[in-house]
């Protein structure tokens, strides 16, 4: 018996295609999913990842900033320390400048100049005096900017001329002036050594101080 299929073949081809073409949507479908599964677990693991590396950035970056305040902190005490130290120097420096003062003038007052006055304010010191000629003070005032290492910057404020009697009827024409000088910063010396520039006093103009 011979059995004769009368339905169109292709009728029987379309569907099959068609189930074909749906079967692979699905199979694309289902690959599409499974990637874009794939690639958000990726993703997820990399931003956790990233997060990790941001928590340890952000830790590290706070030790670093307590470092930083610490650095400030130690630098801000080495300064105050350094600053007392200048200080401390400064004092034992200043304690003998007095007597070096003094031993400089006596050796740069010239003959014919006698100190009435010596008044000091910090670093500057008044200085008055008596002298015989407009030369000799001229004269103190070389010295003092030249030849002295503990005195600088010598300004004459006043020079006048005034009459001294001498004897009953004799009178002697001299000279009242008035000079500023400052202190030149000597430099720390070892404990029993003089600052540099101080010498024994020598014989000089007499030296009368107020």
Do not use: C
Not at 5 to 28: C, D, I, M, T, W
Not at 44 to 55: F, G, H, L, P
Not at 151 to 177: C, H, M, T, Y
Not at 187 to 194: L, T
């Amino acid at each position: 018996m011979i059995l004769i299929n009368l339905l169109p073949h292709r009728e029987e081809k379309r569907r099959q295609r068609k189930r074909a073409y749906f079967v692979g949507l699905v199979a694309s479908a289902l690959a599409g999913v499974l990637a874009v599964g794939v690639w958000y677990s990726a993703l997820e693991q990399m931003a956790s990842a990233q997060e990790s590396r941001n928590a340890f950035l952000q830790a590290e970056i706070a030790r670093l900033d307590t470092q930083i305040k610490d650095i400030a902190t130690l630098r801000a005490e080495i300064d105050a320390l350094n600053a007392r130290k200048k200080a401390v120097e400064d004092l034992q420096n200043d304690r003998n400048v007095p007597v070096y003062l003094l031993n400089e003038l006596v050796q740069q007052t010239p003959e014919g100049v006698f100190l009435t006055s010596i008044r000091q304010n910090g670093q500057v010191v008044s200085i008055t005096g008596v002298a015989q000629t407009n030369e000799r003070v001229s004269e103190f005032l070389r010295n003092a900017l030249y030849n002295s290492t503990w005195l600088e910057r010598p300004d004459l404020v006043e020079i006048k001329a005034s009459n001294v009697a001498v004897g009953a009827r004799d009178q002697r024409r001299l000279f009242d002036f008035s000079m500023r000088v400052t202190i030149k910063r000597q430099q720390a010396a070892a404990p029993g050594v003089p600052a540099s520039g101080a010498a024994p006093a020598t014989a000089a103009a007499p030296v009368k101080a107020s």
